[in-house]
């Protein structure tokens, strides 16, 4: 069985994984779950989906440099399904009101660290990349929490320029933030989407959990100015017994998780030789 580390903060409960790619394998708040749990057996899917699908899918994982896998555009070093950081051991360790994680990347040569600042009000989410090579470093990051839609009754999006689809074209019928959230809201067993709203008016998403508490998550508009969201309702993956129901809501700095088309359209993050970069996003939660 995998180690785990395990911390009470007031209202929260967390559990993380440090072996696992530093997953944050639950994470409760007054005794209510917020991420999807792990399953109770995994089988991978019988065709191929990509590495990410052979390890279970659940919980929260930091995804970088890119989520799409490939050989990195400037480096030629291959990138694993979501990123590098999935597949590394991290280091964790818990103080007062706080989750401190780190790991060590090779490529690209870099330290990753994760801190969780919580209080009655919610949690700060604190990450800080130290780029240790001679050039600069291109890389995306996104925050990956599944949360399960069969408890989310009520989602508040902020209104946006357009919107895009999976294979990056402009969804016309979805006009604003009121239609995403029914269309999302309404989507049926069996089916999936993937969206990416560009431009966002204001860094901010909000979800409403039946069970009442509201999930308010902002973040830097200058850094991520564009929000993908994730919403599969036991359409993926498309094989009898193994499909999820999960759904995600991810800032993003491009129209893609794809470095490659980040750094073409030049909207990707850079790290400058032997230089830090720091970042946050905030939970607010009321209940």
Known sequence: MMETVQAIFGDWEIRCIPSDGGRIASLKYKDQPLLTPAPENFSPPGTPLGEYEQRPVYGYDDCFPSVAPGLHP???????????????????????????????CHRPDCR??????????????????????????????????LFPPGEVAGLDLPSFDHVLGEQNQPVQLLEGPSAVSAHLLGLQEGA???????????PRVGLRFRSGIRLVITWSRALFPNLAIWWNRGGYPPEPGIARNECAMEPISGRNSNLADSLA?????????????????????QA
Not at 74 to 98: F, T
Not at 193 to 201: G, N, T
Not at 265 to 285: F, I, N, T
Request: net charge negative; glycine share 6%.
């Open 192 to 202: 999936w989407e993937l969206l990416s709203l560009q431009r966002l008016s204001e």
């Open 112 to 145: 990753f660290s994760r801190t969780l600042c919580f209080s009655a009000q919610g949690i700060r989410w604190v990450f800080e990349l130290e780029n240790r090579s001679e050039g600069p470093l291109d890389f995306l990051h996104v925050a990956h929490p």
């Open 74 to 104: 400037r480096e030629n070093y291959p990138i694993r399904d979501h990123g590098q950081l999935c597949w590394l051991p991290w280091e964790m360790k818990a103080g007062p009101s706080v989750l401190e994680a780190r790991v060590d």
């Open 265 to 285: 359209d030049g909207d990707c993050l850079q790290v400058p030789p032997a230089g830090r970069k720091r970042w946050e996003m905030v939970w607010h939660v």
